[in-house]
């Protein structure tokens, strides 16, 4: 009788065992869970949804007695699922270049708020098109009806020139530089006739001999006179004191310097609407010292930005060009150097340039930061092999990376090559920052290793090999333990190949050659250096650096121009990456960061470090060595099994009777 | 043919007893390793490790939510958002991958004292909603009859009751007896309280304030 009895309670047991899961603890109980069910349920779910369960889920699992296998396969189908590992992926890949894209302002169009308020750039590019920075152009004057206006009719022609003979527009008024001149306004009066005789604001009284430098500017959107001498309290303007009188003796138009000192200048001419010509060449204007010249207004097409306005905005003349050269010295407008040349403008559409406000280089950074977890998100959702995301040609695009790609808009703040022909990106309208359209990128390309977003936030190869390592292969550059650094009177410190000088050898001799997987990409930027276009010898590279010119006209910077050692003299005008390889390394430039993946395939480590980061990203905690010892090789042999499916690797952790403890 | 079956039931019974049992002795396969409890609905993957070399910690780290899942728990028990949270992301902890490139779930006192700023914000409002609400779309006490909102005349069985439920909704996490009787304590003295400065939705909205700030809200 006491065995019925023992027996009807133990099959009670085993078929009452989801009601009595968290209670009863009979012996032969066939859960799993060390923790109770609805703490169990809640780890879950925060660790694979990035939620805790609703109270109707807690209820189901309640009601179910556990979370099996098909709930876990279940869950990993939620879009919540998908979400948490697109957070996983991008602290992995810490993708965010926000920080790393150099952005001072020098391209972006902005509103000028008076007049007929001209788009026009003002930072740093104004004092070379217009000599002062921050200055912009007159918004008052229309650039093609000059003559229309006469802001300061003492100071210029009869008839102005717009334009000169190859359309390039030309000032249409003048100023005196606030940086060299010191100007104070005259009150109540209309113009700098009127002013002859008058006393100004600072207490100085113009005579008529200075006239040439009295300037009409604008306060406000009224024109008010102004006396303008050189300012003596400033250093570099202050020994200009000596008057230099026109040919009939009647007004001054110099004032020079009788005996300047260092960094003083010694003469300033008083202002026109005459530009110079910067080394005499036609075609290279510069401002006169001392003068703010400014150019007028035009109507152009609205830049590519601005979805919302119909037909033409008004425009600074010299922005609104569109060439793509020099007319006169047929330089080329499509390299930063268009912001100094008066002759270029901002292109089609002003696609050189950028929106005045941030809103969307902010679009920008945000869509580049969210290719590389797009593409990673895409590999986990269909299953696919996860090494996948290292190797992939897949990518996609929003409609701010489609169109900026497809019409190479503001292509000096963002070094970055199209991944593959432009009309074969997908066409997003610009606007539609949430449609993410998939496209297969070039041969070159490999997964996330190459996206704009690993290449600018990993900057230079060297960066790239060490996160590649760190996040991919759990591995970390660091000194030998107990290594001491050579002393510096140490001739080896003379080794300028870090693979091989002492010290940093024990690191570089891998960084170096693996550094040469990026061989092909820019450092600080994310450009492709094309063979056809970067050979692996530039003959006009090497000849520049043998003639000494180690710039070459700013066209070899990816190439060895300096020589300082006997390797380094043999690789002039050799493509950087070169420097110092090896023939056995050199194929790591030609196969990129694909072949290195492959080769990492072949030793198995990079499904250890994947078993590993999943691990820590599950139990919050990193594997201990008799862990490694335990669990690694037998979950990363089941990864392999799995083809590498990383929902199979979670659910073999989330089995785990490690997962389901908490101590 | 009756026999035959209960003969049968009692075999598998007298055998899934003898194999429960023999479990219980079986030595571990490997030295300084620890059985694992058979899984049942699916195969033993691992030992586990030895917890005397592995400083006590076989199992998962409990560890501090992360903001973007605190952002989701919120919304999940509350049903609403927390309105500063995004703006105090990095202060709590959240990463950039810029600056900061690993997420901080360490719990200290800033955390907890935001927290408690957002606990206080939405278990409130959400309090408030309840009371204007049917009883099966209310979040802090659905299954609670309410009388001219006054929650002192609720009983110690309904107070317990929702205080369980409660305790689920936001640790996933029962009650023990003792506890569930001191919580219901601490009600009763809030209820009245709320009574008293006619401020109905402080009842349930303080008890909402005392689990979410409780740290096993914060962890798991």
């Known amino acids: ?663 | 043919m009756k026999t035959t079956t209960s003969t049968l039931v009692l075999f598998a019974a007298v055998f899934a007893l003898v194999s429960c049992s023999s479990k219980t002795v079986e030595k571990p396969a490997m030295e300084g390793t620890l059985e694992t409890v058979d899984m049942g609905h699916h195969p033993p993957t691992v030992k586990l490790a030895d917890p005397e070399q592995n400083q006590g910690h076989i199992g998962r780290k409990p560890r501090r939510i992360s903001v973007a899942q605190l952002r989701e728990s919120i919304l999940t028990t509350t049903g609403r958002q927390w309105s500063q949270i995004n703006a105090l992301a990095a202060t709590l902890g959240q990463a950039d991958y810029a600056l900061t490139v690993s997420e901080s779930t360490e719990v200290n006192l800033v955390f907890a004292k935001f927290l408690e700023d957002g606990a206080r914000e939405v278990c409130l409002a959400t309090a408030s909603a309840d009371l204007n609400k049917p009883a099966p779309d209310r979040v802090l006490f659905p299954d609670v009859t309410i009388t001219n909102r006054d929650f002192t005349m609720m009983s110690d069985d309904a107070i317990k009751a929702n205080l369980s439920y409660l305790a689920i909704r936001f640790w996933g996490q029962a009650f023990s007896d003792a506890e569930r009787d001191s919580w219901a304590g601490t009600f009763k003295t809030v209820a009245a309280r709320a009574k008293t400065i006619n401020r109905p939705e402080q009842a349930w909205g303080a008890m909402c304030i005392a689990f979410m700030t409780d740290p096993r809200f914060a962890t798991y």
């Open chain 1, 1 to 663: 009788m006491r065995l019925l009895t023992r027996l009807a309670s133990c099959c009670l047991a085993v078929l009452a065992l989801p009601a009595l899961a968290q209670t009863a603890q009979p012996v032969c109980e066939t859960s799993a869970s060390n923790v109770p069910l609805e703490r169990h349920v809640r780890q879950v779910y925060l660790d694979m949804l990035g939620r805790p369960p609703t109270i109707a889920e807690y209820r189901f699992y309640k009601a179910k007695g556990a979370i099996l296998p098909e709930d876990l396969q279940s869950l990993m189908e939620k879009e919540e699922f998908y979400g948490r590992l697109r957070t996983y992926h991008r602290a992995l890949l810490r993708s965010n270049i926000s920080n790393s894209i150099f952005v001072n302002g020098d391209m972006r169009l902005g509103d000028v708020p008076v007049g007929f308020r001209p788009l026009g750039i003002r930072g740093n590019p104004s004092t070379t098109l217009r000599g002062q920075n921050g200055a912009g152009c007159d918004a008052f004057i229309m650039q093609d009806d000059c003559n229309a206006t006469r802001q300061d009719p003492h100071l210029e022609p009869a008839t102005k020139r717009c334009r000169d003979s190859y359309n390039v527009p030309l000032p249409v008024s003048v100023d005196y530089s606030p940086d060299q001149y010191r100007c104070e306004p005259f009150t109540g009066l209309a113009d700098c006739s009127a002013a002859i005789g008058q006393t100004d604001a600072a207490g100085r009284v113009m005579p008529e001999k200075h006239l040439l430098f009295c300037d009409m500017r604008r306060v406000g959107a009224a024109l008010q006179p102004h006396y303008c001498l050189p300012n003596s309290g400033a250093p570099q303007t202050a020994g200009l004191t000596s008057e230099v009188m026109d040919v009939d003796n009647r007004y001054v138009v110099a004032f020079t310097n009788p005996a300047p000192v260092n960094g003083q200048l010694t003469r300033l001419n008083r202002c026109t609407l005459d530009l110079n010509l910067s080394g005499g060449i036609r075609g290279r204007y510069a401002v006169p010292q001392g003068c703010v010249q400014r150019e007028g207004v035009v109507m152009t097409a609205t830049p590519y930005w601005d979805v919302t306005t119909q037909g033409q905005v008004p425009m600074c003349a010299i922005e609104a060009q569109t060439r793509e050269t020099n007319p006169w010295t047929m330089e080329s407008c499509t390299t930063g150097r268009f912001t100094g040349d008066r002759s270029c403008g901002c292109g089609v559409k002003s696609n050189r340039c950028e929106s005045g406000n941030t809103t969307l280089h902010n679009a920008r950074i945000t869509a580049f930061n969210d290719e590389p977890v797009m593409i990673a998100d895409s590999v986990v959702r269909r299953d696919e092999d996860y090494f996948n995301i290292l190797t992939t040609r897949r990518s996609f695009v929003n409609g701010t990376l489609s169109q900026m790609y497809r019409q190479n808009q503001s292509p000096q703040t963002w070094l970055v090559t199209p991944p593959t022909e432009r009309d074969a990106i997908p066409d997003v309208p610009l606007n539609d920052v949430n449609t993410w359209a998939e496209y297969t990128r070039d041969m070159n390309a490999s997964g996330v290793l190459t996206t704009p977003s690993w290449l600018y936030r990993f900057p230079t190869q060297r960066s790239r090999v060490n996160q590649f390592y760190d996040a991919f292969l759990c591995k970390h550059f660091s000194p030998e333990a107990g290594a001491i650094a050579p002393s510096p009177e140490d001739s080896c410190n003379r080794e300028n190949n870090l693979a091989k000088r002492c010290g940093c050898s024990y690191c570089h001799a891998t960084v170096e050659p693996m550094g040469a997987h990026w061989g092909r990409f820019g450092e600080r930027n994310a450009q492709y250096l094309n063979p056809e276009t970067f050979p692996r010898l530039d003959a006009r590279c090497r000849d520049c650096a043998l003639s000494g010119d180690t710039t070459c006209n700013n066209e070899c910077g990816n190439y060895v121009m300096q020589a300082f050692d006997g390797d380094g003299a043999n690789s002039l005008g050799l493509l950087r990456t070169y420097l110092y390889r090896t023939p056995e390394e050199e194929p790591n430039i030609v196969g990129g960061p694909r072949l290195m993946v492959q080769r990492f395939m072949q030793t198995g480590e990079l499904e250890k470090c994947a078993v590993r980061n999943i691990w820590n990203h599950l139990l919050g905690r990193s594997m201990s060595s008799q862990e490694e010892s335990l669990y690694l090789t037998q979950l990363a042999q089941g990864f392999a099994n799995d083809g590498h499916n990383l929902k199979a690797l979670m659910q073999r952790i989330v089995a785990t009777d490690s997962y389901r403890r908490i101590d």
